[in-house]
């Protein structure tokens, strides 16, 4: 399993020629880190609520990681665009919880949740990629409604993202 590799190792199968993992177990690994980064965050801003709403998206998204791996080598595209679409999906509500955050946190964390929020935007947007390759492929035009359809909540993750750390660099200067 990915999620059991040392950072070490798991940039060495990364970095292998192998399919997997590839840019959907990165985009899911990059959502879990911006989970990460909003959790410990919320913590030092005494935020309890967020926090416990962020450690279950790290731990999602982790999951993510070697979901997208086993999608990609069942070739069952509709799985392998799914899986992606969740983590579009859960990184973008890290995303939203940075939001929420970023007026109660502590100001020595201020700069983490600008960071949480560029990697969730990575991830959203890195995960939304492989749902589009996969779509290319899929001949069922309700499915592929379906899942464009569920991606239109999520589908400008840079707008948030640029708002927080625009928020931010205000507050720096």
């Known amino acids: 399993m990915l999620q059991q590799l040392t950072i070490e190792e798991f940039l060495e199968e990364l970095a292998a020629r192998k399919p997997t993992p590839g840019g ?3 985009a899911a690994l990059s959502g ?7 959790c410990m965050a919320a913590e030092f801003s005494g935020n ?7 450690r279950t998206l790290m731990n999602t998204l982790t999951d993510l990681v070697d979901r997208d791996a086993k999608a990609f080598a069942s070739r069952d595209l509709r ?14 509500e890290v995303l939203k919880l940075a939001a929420a ?10 700069t983490d949740i600008g960071v949480a929020a560029k990697m969730a935007e990575s991830a959203v947007t890195g995960a939304m990629l492989n749902v ?4 290319v492929s899929i001949r069922d035009e309700d499915f592929k409604q379906e899942v464009l359809k569920e991606a239109e909540e999520f589908s400008c993750p ?11 660099e205000a507050r720096l200067r």
């Open 48 to 54: 309890k609520d967020v926090s416990g709403q962020a």
């Open 101 to 110: 955050l970023l007026e109660t946190c502590n100001p020595r964390v201020i």
């Open 79 to 92: 799985e392998a665009t799914r899986v992606p679409l969740e983590t579009a999906k859960h990184s973008y």
């Open 32 to 38: 879990a880190l911006a989970a990460g980064l909003v």
């Open 132 to 135: 589009e390759v996969n779509l």
């Open 158 to 168: 840079d707008s948030l993202a640029n708002m927080i750390v625009s928020n931010i």
């Open 24 to 26: 959907g177990s990165v």
